[in-house]
């Protein structure tokens, strides 16, 4: 098991960027698939993006691709999520997930054994 607390969510004009952070505790990291995903008002929650544990493979939603981007820093157990060229579709609470399990479904949330709180963030025009 590993408890998950994201941080960085804020409000911000279109066009801006946020840096999200998701700290871990209580297992080796380096061993979990971490994953952002994202719940907007009234909505299903999406997948955004995940990264392998050695960081060596990433994969992002088409809707963020381009403008979001995840990393990860094992010796400081953090995975990060940059984004960029924010948009008022963006909005919407993150969460960081974390999955012992390397399998082909990690853009669900079925996948994933493990969940933050969340963190809103908030794009205006």
């Known amino acids: 098991q590993v408890h998950l607390v994201e941080s960085g969510g804020g409000l911000v004009q279109a066009g801006g960027s946020l840096r999200l952070s998701c700290a871990a505790t209580g297992s080796t990291f380096s061993s979990y698939v971490m994953a952002w995903f994202r719940q907007g008002p009234g909505k299903e929650r999406d997948f955004v993006a995940y990264?392998?544990?050695?960081?060596?493979?990433?994969y992002h939603a088409e809707s963020v691709r381009g403008r979001f981007t995840i990393s990860r820093d094992n010796a400081k157990n953090t995975v990060y999520l940059q984004m960029n060229s924010l948009k008022p579709e963006d909005t919407a609470v993150y969460y960081c997930?974390?999955?012992?399990?390397?399998?082909?479904?990690?853009?669900?949330?079925?996948?994933?054994?493990?969940w933050g709180q969340g963190t809103q963030v908030t794009v205006y025009s």
């Open positions: 997930a974390a999955s012992k399990v390397y399998t082909r479904w990690l853009v669900t949330t079925t996948s994933y054994e493990n």
């Open positions: 990264i392998s544990g050695s960081g060596g493979r990433t």
